[in-house]
């Protein structure tokens, strides 16, 4: 088994490896035939070998890198603890607009600043604190057979790892996927960061250039603008975050420039060098509609940076699993399954980012379970489940949040769905006023004449605990007109979203409808 090794070498990483990947690690001795193996153990790989071991199965689990996957290592949990630190030195800033004089601008020398080493070893201890949940041990202790190393189908219903042969009833894959890398000429040579490098610094970079526009790139800028680094982000497309609602991107957008950040919206990086002070990306604007007179097709321009993150799409991670083997097809986006997760081997199924649809914590926990429901259980009383039945909300963790579910306006345009549109802003909601957070939206599209809600948008400071309640009306078939008769505290922002069942309730106020009430009314006199 191959050593790993996480930088800094701290006793905060010396503990997520040994959770994560123990180095004295001994693989177990194969049982004769597993009920399923699980081959990857981020999110997807963790629910799925829990639950089956829980429900009495026979389960074995193999991974080859960490346990915990993108999310614990790589992704949402040191990305977090990052930007809540930003966030706060942010709030400190800020401090003087809510009255507040702090440390030295109580002197009149209003300075703030940040221990970037702090920072980073505060995310590490909390990621080392966080991983026992994943850890190798923990697994063991629920009856799973863990294995650390390279997983090779070796048949339809064999895998081998480290020399072992596994046999299954079924398999799931949930390898995961990792930052894809652009065609971008220098760019190996000069070096650059993607999310599995970028919580290994050790020094806060003078000037970081971002390529990409997603929610990883806007969110890692805006984190390391926070920090005090010089930020320039660097976007192919018009706009950041393009699978939101544009107006949603508005205002992230405004936010960035308010706090420096220097967008380079439709251009492409050309090439990448060495220079003397750092590095140098070359971009070139690809004469979009985006594009300022100043700046059209073909003009290049040179920047200059001491790091450069890429976070220009993801990759999956099939690599060494010879997948051809075991009968399963793939493409460029991950393994190809059907609507209920099962790959062209039916007795083989994918979860997870290398499922490609949806590439969320939350949305691989959710597969997860639907392919053990699938793979044991689907000739019981419960039957098969599938991806297309479920509800799947997605936040972007910028300043504001940026929260979404179900169809936009572009989308329900592409699948020819009439739709219905209630907006409220947040300037209009006492406690975002009083909080100085009244910059952004709440918009819910229902199906047209209908209270039946088919998409969600949430721009605030908090829309990532709010769009939980709109998920859960769409999940439970309830309507936009719950939401009106529905007590919510006040104040609060969520109060938003009260008003727009109350803007629903208005609509149906048609002038013979409002002619009857007023004529019950004067009866009553």
Known sequence: MSEIELIPRDEHNAELLAHVHPPDWQNPTPAPLYDLVVVGAGTAGLVSAAGTAGLGGKVALIERHLLGGDCLNYGCVPSKALIRAARSAYEVRRASDFGVLVGNALLGVPESGVDFPSVMARMRRLRAGISHHDSAERFTKLGVHVFLGQACFTGPQSIEVGGRSLHFKRAIIATGARAALPDIPGLVDTGFLTNETIFSLAELPRRLIVIGGGPIGCELAQAFRRFGSEVTLVQRGSWLLPKDEPEAAMVVCRQFVREGIKLLSDTRPVRAEKSAEGKRLVVASTGSAGASPSHQAGQETTLEADAILVAAG????????????????????????????????????????????????????????????????????????????????????????????????????????????????????????????????????????????????????????????????????????????????????????????????????????????????????
């Open 314 to 525: 993801r990759t999956p991670n099939v690599e060494g699993l010879s997948l051809e083997a075991a009968g399963v097809n793939h493409n460029e986006r991950g393994v190809e399954v059907n609507d209920f997760l099962q790959t062209a081997n039916p007795r083989i199924f994918a979860a997870g980012d290398i499922a490609g649809s949806y590439q969320f914590t939350h949305a691989a926990d959710a597969m997860a379970r639907i392919c053990i429901q699938n793979a044991l259980f689907s000739l019981g009383p419960l039957g098969k489940k599938r991806l297309s039945q479920l509800v799947v909300p997605w936040t972007t963790f910028t300043d504001p949040e940026v929260a979404h579910v179900g169809l936009t306006v572009e989308t329900a345009k592409e699948e020819d769905i009439a739709i219905d549109t209630y907006r409220e802003e947040l300037r209009r909601v006492d406690r975002a006023i009083l909080d100085g957070e009244d910059e952004g939206f709440a918009v819910i599209h229902t199906r047209q004449g209908t209270p039946d809600v088919v998409g969600c948008t949430i721009v605030g400071s908090h829309a990532g605990e709010m769009i939980g309640e709109i998920s859960l009306l769409m999940t439970a078939g309830l309507k936009l007109s719950n939401l009106s008769s529905t007590i919510h505290c006040y104040p609060t922002q969520v109060e938003v979203l009260k008003r727009l069942g109350d803007q629903y309730n208005k609509s149906r106020l048609t002038p013979r409808a409002a002619w009857l009430l007023r004529t019950i009314i004067g009866w009553r006199r």
